[in-house]
């Protein structure tokens, strides 16, 4: 990525293609919210919410139904979709998530070879062990708002950030 373009606002979104379509998943139920310990791929060892890649063909809905499923056991209800992120990183991976959250779920949690679940209580979420973006956009989640993020990260460091909560 050319340096001059560090900056989110120097990026034409709207012509921005991303390399990769994922999702999140945030379950949130009696003031706690469902995370998880990454253990493996993108955010390995950082806390994140169940999600990841689509698969050819299903929609993101599916895919964060199917990802919580497969990562921590459980089937999130009430799925709605709440926002979008835009990720750019510098090495020139760009990945668009549609942001889920589930006002409950059904079924064992249980831990996997790619996440540990935990549950948070919502006013005690560890942002300083998420992505950097995290602290930008989970608050407006929390707050049942809608929202769309732009993100230019370095590895996991974030440069640049724009946020628009819609009406």
């Known amino acids: 990525m050319n340096p001059e373009n560090l900056h989110v606002d120097a990026i034409e979104w709207s012509r921005w293609q991303p390399t990769e379509e994922a999702t999140l998943c945030f379950v949130i139920r009696e003031g706690q919210v469902l995370l998880i310990h990454k253990k493996r791929g993108l955010g390995a060892g950082k806390i994140n919410a169940p999600g990841g890649r689509l698969e050819d063909g299903e929609t993101a809905l599916a895919a ?11 089937t999130p ?20 998530v549609a942001v889920f959250s589930a006002s409950g779920c059904y079924g064992k949690l249980v831990e996997t070879s790619e996440a540990k679940p935990i549950w ?48």
């Open 120 to 167: 948070v209580d919502v006013d005690k979420i560890p942002y300083q062990d998420m992505w950097q973006d995290d602290p930008h956009w989970l608050p407006l989640l929390l707050q049942r708002k809608q929202f769309r993020g732009y993100f230019v990260f370095d590895g996991d460091r974030l440069l640049s950030h724009r946020v628009v909560v819609s009406a």
């Open 77 to 96: 209800t009430g799925v709605l979709q709440v926002g979008e992120l835009h990720f750019q990183f510098l090495d020139g991976y760009k990945l668009h």
């Open 64 to 74: 964060a139904v199917r990802e919580t499923q497969e990562e921590v056991g459980v």
